[in-house]
């Protein structure tokens, strides 16, 4: 007979004995456990139901709330609480150099709208400047000690503004940018003469019309008669710029100018030429003569020049400016050129332009949230002429003051209010 197979026996529980309270106390923890996975279960369902509760509530406050400000969700600028970041005008420190590497001219250039036109201003290079760490110092001296960055600062402090740009240009580039064009043929204002080892003169470039070969131009724009103040070099600069920029213009050649369509030198000739040009030396005092002299900034005309030709510009330091926001309360948005024109003469960054929250304001508001900002907001309404200064019980992160510009604002600055959403 067949034997029957092995089965496993299952095995005795063993359970505690009564009357130790073990058993009860177990039934109390498989209790407590059976209610905790109850209620997971039930906070799981509701979190799965208020998510998209949640994210439209999220959307809400992200999108129309600004810490303490409210905006609208508005895309048309023809619309009430339409608002977009500015795009800052385009600001390039031209800094040229010698067959040494040494500097031998500073220029700041700009464009205009769309990069057409725009200004050329040229910066003795021994002008005084304020530095960052305190004291000021000669625009050459922070070159040779700091080179190109330590000069790129001390012009951003002198000028109150920052750069897009730094070009430096060395004399084989100007040779390489004039080539399309040149030779490049002018009314030079003065006579240039050079010494030889035993002081013996003999002249340079004559006084008069001449055209200067492209390899040439760079000589040009850097030689000084002896004794000559910088300011005299820098009117022939600008006689040369206004000949190769028209020069430029005139060329039927779409290579007239070499490099970057959208970055560098090439980019700003190119845009000058297309344009009106304002080209002009900064305002400056001199002081001493020859190898002593230097410059001093006349700091309310650099600042009314830099707000004439930089409506939109960066601060040089973090800080420096006031962060304004101009709203049109009297129709959609116009050109925020000439009202910024003003906000940077008292020391102000526009940084957002747009609409108010409704469009009958008759008189313009000049708004500040923070005390620390009080004076800032009156001497915008100073540069302004018109407008109420308001103090706003909703703080903000992101201007210091706001322009509201009401129906006064049409007389003194036309284009501003009512246009098409500009």
């Not at 809400?60 to 005008?89: C, F, H, M």
């Not at 090439?266 to 900064?282: S, T």
Request: neutral net charge; aromatic residues 4%.
């Amino acid at each position: 007979m067949t034997a029957p197979p092995d089965v496993e026996q299952p095995s005795a529980l063993t359970l505690p004995p009564s009357g130790s309270g073990e058993r009860a106390a177990r039934r109390r923890h498989q209790s407590r456990r059976r209610v905790r996975t109850a209620l997971f279960a039930v906070a799981m369902v509701l979190l799965v139901v208020a998510i998209p509760v949640l994210a439209a509530i999220g959307v809400r406050t992200l999108r129309d709330t600004t810490t303490g400000r409210r905006i609208g969700a508005q895309n048309d600028p023809s619309k009430p609480r339409y608002e977009a970041n500015v795009v800052p005008t385009p600001v390039a420190l031209v800094v040229e150099t010698d067959d040494q590497g040494a500097l031998a001219g500073v220029t700041m250039v700009t464009l205009g709208r769309d990069d057409s036109g725009g200004s050329v201003i040229f910066i003795p290079s021994a002008t005084v400047a304020p530095l960052s760490t305190g004291g000021q110092d000669t625009l050459d001296h922070v070159a040779s000690v700091g080179h190109v960055p330590a000069l790129q600062q001390a012009a951003a402090n002198l000028l109150g503004l920052s750069f897009g740009e730094v070009l430096v240009v060395s004399p084989s580039q100007w040779q390489q940018f004039v080539t399309p064009v040149g030779p490049v043929t002018f009314d030079n204002p003065d006579r240039l003469v050079q010494l030889d080892a035993k002081g013996r003169t003999s002249v340079l470039f004559p006084a008069g019309t001449i055209t200067l070969a492209p390899e040439q131009v760079a000589t040009y724009l850097h030689a000084r008669n002896p004794n000559e103040s910088d300011a005299a070099r820098l009117v022939r600069n600008e006689t040369f710029w206004t000949a190769w920029l028209a020069a430029i213009k005139a060329s039927h050649n779409p290579n007239a100018v070499p490099g970057e369509l959208t970055s560098g030198f090439g980019r700003y000739a190119r845009g000058l030429a297309k344009g009106n040009v304002d080209l002009a030396l900064l305002p400056v005092k001199p002081t001493g003569s020859g190898t002593s002299e230097t410059f001093q900034p006349d700091k309310a005309a650099v600042a009314d020049l830099v707000s004439r030709e930089v409506p939109l510009p960066t601060p040089a330091n973090p800080g420096d400016r006031v962060r304004v926001r101009v709203l049109s309360g009297a129709g959609p948005i116009g050109s925020p050129n000439a009202v910024a024109s003003k906000v940077v003469s008292v020391g102000g960054e526009v940084i957002i332009v747009g609409n108010a929250d409704r469009f009958d304001y008759a008189t313009t508001q000049i708004e500040y949230y923070d005390d620390a900002f009080a004076a800032a907001a009156n001497k915008i309404q100073a540069a302004l002429g018109i407008g109420t200064v308001i103090k706003s019980s909703t703080p903000t992160d992101i201007e210091d003051v706001t322009i509201v510009l009401g129906r006064d604002a049409a007389g003194p600055f036309p284009g501003s209010i009512g246009g098409s959403g500009g």
